[in-house]
């Protein structure tokens, strides 16, 4: 929003105004016309609204060039205004005075929209600096308080996730039976690396494939026989790097969108297809249209977003009459 200064240039035109009434005194013009001290000011206050809406623009870039076309501009209003006032006593007498070299007049006009121009400019340019200067100082102060604002804020989300994870092993303790013992562990787990890898670009394979296999118990749990997943990476890419959560956004991918029954058990595959790509495919059985929740592609589109950010790489989606995959990008551990 371009902030003109209405009033300031106000009072510097009147200043001007009355400095050209003294000015003229000291040549005995006592009598110089009212309008002739209106004219006056409009000529400055006009120079400077001009100005201020130059020196604002995106273009001309430079302050330079703006100068330029202010003062250019200055010069316009006031050999306009002069023509304007012709008829008024005092610029008439001028101008039988200086008929016979009208040069001289043109001159004269030049010369005090050049000298207004500048001097107009100059406190434009300085009033300009001083309103960037405490803006950026405003946005300094906005960005601190934003900046205290978050942390607060991750300390305070820091004390509900730990709540809950502290409360998981009590109630760990309290349980006796040992097939919800493991699940309350494995879901320990699985919590415990969402709540570290939360904050990380990248976290290994290794980390990423241990929290999978806490993830796929808690899903056999639920899908017991119908759901079988085969996990078969090397050791030698245990020290690769993946965006977290990859393998576990993929493998629910799978499971929302396909049947899994005892009949027809939904199989999931991980493995490497030997070009540093890590490949999650299942077999497509995919459910109705009655049955099937509307899906938002969120999971593939956050792990695309996440791999074209960190490394402005796709990943690759294939999918065929029996089988979907999903391959991404393994890392170097220096990545």
Known sequence: M???YPLTGAIISVFIALLGQVLRARREEMLSSLLVLLGSFI????SWLWIQ?????DRPAGYGWKALVAVTGCIVVSIALFYLLRDVAEVRNRMEVLQRSMKAVYFLLVARGLILGGFLYFIAFLLRMSALSQQSRLENARLKQENLQARLSLLQEQIRPHFLFNSLGTLRTMVQEPPAREFIQRLSEVYRYLLGSRMADMVELKAELDFTQAYLHILRERFEDALIADIQIPAAYYNKKIPPSTLQLLIENAVKHNVATIETPLRIRIFVDG?????????????TVANESPGTGTGLSNIRERYRILTGSDISIKEEVDGFSVSVFLLDSRS
């Open 2 to 4: 371009k902030k003109f």
């Open 43 to 46: 000529n400055a206050f006009l």
């Open 53 to 57: 809406y130059i020196i604002q623009r």
């Open 275 to 287: 070009a540093d790509r890590l490949v999650v495919s299942n077999s497509l059985q995919r459910k």
